[in-house]
Antibody, heavy 119, light 107 residues
């Protein structure tokens, strides 16, 4: 059974860099699929951040592209998110998710982790 | 960017009711439309992909239809566990975008 689990600090200071990791079990991330990040501010909707493919192909949301870096560590079977220069607007639950090939839907999600940006 | 508009944003219904939620894209997205269910404190769960394909393990009372710009999610007979928020998502073009959600509450 494939599972995704986010980890990282729950509190980040304004202007600093948010760093999260998603550990994948039950499937090798280098075997295929895109792996990505989606966030949800408290009480609000979902925003796609970006996705990475094992070949190194990466897609970012243009609205965040200047501040986002997504990378993978195949030796640890995990991928990571870094978001720089955070503000209170970046406070959200951050989900990692697997994106299918083909119709590009998100078929597996982690449980999510709340990151609060302190001012 | 493609904007996704859902309606209604909230609705009340009873167990056994038939419910329909609509999603409209700001431009044609062919069949690149997916539906998710989210319960409080939980991650979204994929219900329908490619507008009308039922994800494995999802009850057959859920169905999706549409293409181009207009799509619907139908629950044929509401069950107690179906009360949740439903999101549509377009996967036609980057940035992938979601609707603002439709909150389904018990009447």
């Amino acid at each position: 059974q494939v599972q995704l689990q986010e980890s990282g600090p729950g509190l980040v200071k304004s202007s600093e860099t948010l760093s999260l990791t998603c550990a994948v079990s039950g499937y090798s991330i280098s075997s295929g699929y895109y792996w990505g990040w989606i966030r949800q501010p408290p009480g609000k909707g979902l925003e796609w951040i970006g996705s990475i493919y094992h070949s190194g192909r990466i897609n970012y949301n243009p609205s965040l592209k200047s501040r986002v870096t997504i990378s993978e560590d195949t030796s640890k079977n995990q991928f990571s998110l870094k978001l720089s220069s955070v503000t209170a607007a970046d406070t959200a639950v951050y989900y990692c998710a697997r994106r299918s090939l083909g119709y590009w839907y998100f078929d597996l999600w982690g449980r999510g982790t709340l990151v609060t940006v302190s001012t | 960017d493609i904007q996704m508009t859902q309606s209604p944003s909230s609705l009340s219904a009873s167990v056994g009711d038939r419910v329909t939620i609509t999603c409209r894209a700001s431009q044609s997205i062919s069949s690149y439309l997916n539906w998710y269910q989210q319960k409080p404190g939980k991650a979204p769960k994929l219900l329908i992909y490619a507008a009308s394909s039922l994800q494995n393990g999802v009850p057959s009372r859920f169905s999706g239809s549409g293409s181009g710009t207009d799509f619907t999610l139908t629950i044929s007979s509401l069950q107690p566990e179906d009360f949740a928020t439903y999101y549509c998502q377009q996967s036609y073009d980057i940035p992938y975008s979601f609707g603002l959600g439709a909150k389904l509450e018990i009447k």
